[in-house]
């Protein structure tokens, strides 16, 4: 992949890979999902790039334009610890099975690359080593990267697999950069948003036993995973990066005897894209596009170490 490279986005959610292409000097041609949510949004942050909204098993790749390099983050849920087939999801295995339209796609367009984003559960798909077989069949060798954002200047730690696919002899080991971590206090705003009394009628037992902890350990303010068990007990301090953005409201902020959710506007900062993206008002929504969404400064270091290596 050399000059500016055409791109394509399958599962393009909220544009956080097609940001990270342009980051890396590429240009995003064509990008499809199923979400017309998701499809609004990315039009209005990539006027430029020509969308599809369809589920993909049925798209028609022939009305694709050709492109040097595919980007790819189909379905995770469906792989992951937390909502997966094992936690008593069955419904899920439709969700999993997104990732054959990568294989449909790559049959007809062959591109010189694919890059796909996951969770590190993907290879332990019952179907991977199906999956993976009908890659090489097509020509291309397979590359796993397990990265966390922080090691990208991200102030999050979001451990990921990113899958690269290449049309060579010998798969293609990449030669990131690690970037300096950024803390969450980088993003926070602690005059900001709706906070709560802490001591209030209705508060679960368990948030305040967190909020004891992370006092002992971390002083008047920190933050904390509001449910789940992400950070165990204690939270975790504002100089570090924050722990994984999810679709759903995970994170609070503790300040004193207040707290308060995490606000879309500090969760899109938390996942690295650009401060002028566009992004729904409505709470919820965005902070579903967040949580499904690939960090623009991951997709940009993968692709440019693609392209340095090519």
Same mark, same amino acid.
Request: net charge negative; with cysteine; charged share 20%.
């Given at each position: 992949m050399n000059g500016t490279a055409e791109v394509v986005d399958l599962f393009a959610g909220a544009g956080g890979f097609s940001t990270g292409a342009l980051m890396a000097g590429c240009r995003v041609v064509w990008a499809g999902n199923h979400w017309p949510v998701a499809?609004?949004?990315?039009? %209005?942050?990539?006027?430029?790039? #020509?969308?599809?909204?369809?589920?993909?098993?049925?798209?028609? @790749?022939?009305? *694709?334009?050709?492109?040097?390099?595919?980007?790819?983050?189909?379905?995770?849920?469906?792989?992951?610890?937390? %909502?997966?087939?094992?936690?008593? #999801?069955?419904?899920?295995?439709?969700?999993?099975?997104?990732? @054959?339209?990568? *294989?449909?796609?790559?049959?007809?367009?062959?591109?010189?690359?694919?890059?796909?984003?996951?969770?590190?559960?993907?290879?332990?798909?019952?179907?991977y080593p199906a999956w993976l077989q009908a890659m090489q069949a097509l020509g291309y060798t397979a590359s796993p990267h397990i990265i966390d954002s922080a090691d990208h200047g991200v102030p999050q730690h979001r451990v990921r697999l990113y899958l690269v696919l290449t049309r060579s002899k010998a798969p293609l080991l990449l030669r990131l950069p690690k970037r300096a971590h950024v803390p969450a206090s980088s993003f926070l705003d602690w005059n900001a948003g709706r906070w709560s009394p802490i001591d209030k009628p209705g508060r679960s037992p368990r948030t305040l036993a967190r909020v004891q902890r992370g006092r002992q350990k971390h002083g008047a303010r920190f933050i904390m995973p509001y449910y789940g068990h992400g950070s165990g007990l204690t939270g975790r301090c504002t100089s570090r990066p924050i722990g994984t953005i999810t679709t759903l409201d995970r994170w609070a902020l503790v300040d004193g005897d207040r707290m308060r959710m995490l606000r879309a506007p500090e969760a899109q900062a938390a996942m690295a894209f650009p401060a002028d993206y566009h992004l729904p008002s409505q709470h919820r929504t965005a902070m579903h596009l967040l949580g499904n969404a690939v960090c623009p400064p991951v997709a940009r270091d993968v692709i440019q170490s693609m392209k340095e290596a090519a």
């Open positions: 499809v609004e949004w990315h039009r %209005r942050n990539h006027p430029a790039t #020509n969308h599809l909204c369809q589920d993909l098993h049925q798209a028609n @790749w022939e009305l *694709v334009p050709g492109h040097d390099l595919m980007l790819a983050a189909p379905c995770c849920q469906g792989h992951s610890k937390a %909502r997966g087939k094992a936690s008593g #999801n069955p419904g899920h295995d439709a969700s999993r099975s997104t990732a @054959w339209a990568v *294989v449909s796609a790559a049959e007809f367009h062959r591109p010189e690359g694919i890059v796909l984003e996951n969770v590190p559960e993907f290879t332990r798909w019952a179907l």
